[in-house]
């Protein structure tokens, strides 16, 4: 739920961080004032999707002889994509 208070018709942005993946419900509901009664929005519902991921996986060294006893190191990354968030107006 969002409140809005007299004289402010703006709300600080929502971080989708804020709420597991899967659709999440808001409404905005305005306390009133002396000149203005309280009301309350119809619920909107945003759905927040899971980010793209992508994995990569390195070789130390990156070759080696055959029947050579050596060590390798084997190095995997994971990330995921930075999230875009974008407010309708």
């Keep these: 739920m969002i409140t809005l208070l007299a ?3 703006a709300c600080s942005p ?3 961080t804020a709420y597991p993946v899967g659709p999440a419900s808001f409404s905005a509901v305005y306390q009133g004032d002396a000149n203005f ?3 309350t929005s119809s619920t909107q519902t945003l759905t927040v999707l899971r980010a ?3 994995t ?3 070789t130390t ?3 080696a002889i055959y029947g ?3 060590s390798s190191t084997l190095s995997v990354t994971v990330s995921r994509s930075t999230p875009v968030s974008r ?3």
């Design 7 to 9: 004289g402010r018709g």
């Design 14 to 16: 929502l971080a989708a």
């Design 37 to 39: 009664p309280a009301s």
């Design 52 to 54: 793209a991921s992508s």
């Design 56 to 58: 990569s996986l390195t």
């Design 61 to 63: 060294p990156v070759s």
């Design 68 to 70: 050579s006893e050596q």
């Design 87 to 89: 407010a309708e107006r």
